[in-house]
């Protein structure tokens, strides 16, 4: 059965959920009472007096416990370190891409990701060409592959990179008031599991992980559906 039935009211309540759960969606994802979103206490969702999830998302993430990212179903969610070289091995033997031509931009991306070690979406739009760098445009082979205007979201590219765990948020960047308080909505780095936690080895096949994900999930979520534990597995 779901263990931790304490409403989340600090970043330490939301940090110990994921532990011991080891998988955590930050939103409803249709199996009752497994998010953060529905496990934290109504004062503290988007309340205006008081800091809530949306602020302890940065603090959680550099306590170097839990990885973060668009991780279930191409939504937000926490993995513990437990479980983050299994659910690496079982996402990183599947492919998200569409097409060939999809996952080579991805694999651009990616590359520049790894180049750089942790970028923000507008460090990678420099990189890859996509805005203007000292009055001129970076070159790459991507840029070739779109449109004339060069117009791309990477929004899309980053979440199918985020789903096939090659790539995590590392911390959110807020800008600072001239008292010097953060404000804003955090502006997300990303970088890749292996430089935040270091090379993840399961020990076993792609399928052994998946098996074990399943067992876990499907002990501590009974009542889930099939469809739903698949969607969460991913």
């Known amino acids: 059965m779901m263990c931790t039935k304490d409403k989340i009211r600090t970043a330490e309540d939301m940090e110990r959920q994921v532990l011991a759960l080891g998988f955590l969606p930050f ?8 998010s953060i979103e529905e496990r934290t206490a109504t004062e503290y ?3 205006d007096e008081e800091e809530g999830p949306w602020e302890w998302k940065g603090p959680v993430i550099r ?13 937000a969610g926490y993995v513990s370190l437990e479980w983050l070289p299994h659910l690496m091995n079982w996402r990183r033997s599947r492919r998200y891409a569409k097409d060939e031509d999809t996952a080579a931009l991805d694999d651009v991306v990616l590359q520049a990701i790894w180049g750089e070690g942790s970028v923000t ?12 760098r000292r009055g001129r445009r970076c070159e790459t082979d ?44 955090g502006v997300a780095r990303y970088t890749s599991p292996e430089v935040l936690y270091g090379r993840q ?11 074990q994900i399943y067992g ?16 969460l597995i991913g």
Not at 121 to 132: I, M, P, Q, S
């Open 27 to 34: 939103f409803r994802c249709g199996i009752p009472g497994f």
């Open 45 to 47: 969702w988007f309340s």
């Open 63 to 75: 306590e170097g416990h839990c990885a973060y990212g668009k991780l279930y179903n191409k939504k």
């Open 121 to 132: 979406v507008k460090e990678l739009r420099c990189l890859l060409g996509f805005a203007k």
């Open 142 to 185: 991507l840029v070739d592959a779109m449109q004339s205007d060069g117009k791309i979201s990477l929004e899309p590219i980053l979440t199918r990179l985020m789903m096939g765990m090659h790539v995590v948020i590392s911390d959110f960047e807020y800008n600072i008031d001239r008292h010097g308080r953060p404000y804003g909505w």
């Open 201 to 211: 080895d399961a020990g076993c096949t792609p399928e052994e992980s998946y098996r």
């Open 216 to 231: 876990h999930l499907r002990s501590l979520l009974p009542g889930a559906s099939e469809k739903k534990l698949q969607e």
